[in-house]
Nanobody, 114 residues
Framework: VQLVESGGGLVQPGGSLRLACVGS????????MSWYRQAPGKERELVAT????????NYADSVKGRFTISRDNAKNTIYLQMDSLKAEDTAVYYC????????WGQGTQVTVSS
């Protein structure tokens, strides 16, 4: 199982970023996929989940209305479109799925700062 995130960077408050995560080594289309984040000194928290069947989606209250999770099963990829970014969104963002245990990518840093 391999999960590879990309798309992080430095952005000003109010700006946007789109993260991507490519999965391999498992049946991507049958897997629920999630984005988590971990800010310095804080615990890792769930940001958004997209189910495999039917594409049901859930968001953390802190990102509702600003972030959008989506998936492209043909490309084995999930995305996180992040709009109206705030300083408190600064964190390392991880892609994850559960396959006999929680599996993680290496993470991508998102920094929101002026």
């Amino acid at each position: 199982v391999q999960l590879v995130e990309s798309g992080g960077g430095l952005v000003q408050p109010g700006g946007s970023l789109r993260l991507a995560c490519v999965g391999s080594g498992f049946t991507f289309s049958s897997s629920d996929m999630s984005w988590y984040r971990q800010a310095p000194g804080k615990e890792r928290e769930l940001v958004a989940t997209i189910r495999s069947a039917g594409g049901r989606i859930n968001y953390a209250d802190s990102v509702k209305g600003r972030f959008t999770i989506s998936r492209d099963n043909a490309k084995n990829t999930i995305y996180l479109q992040m709009d109206s970014l705030k300083a408190e969104d600064t964190a390392v963002y991880y892609c994850s799925t559960y396959l006999g245990g929680q599996r993680w990518g290496q993470g991508t840093q998102v920094t929101v700062s002026s």
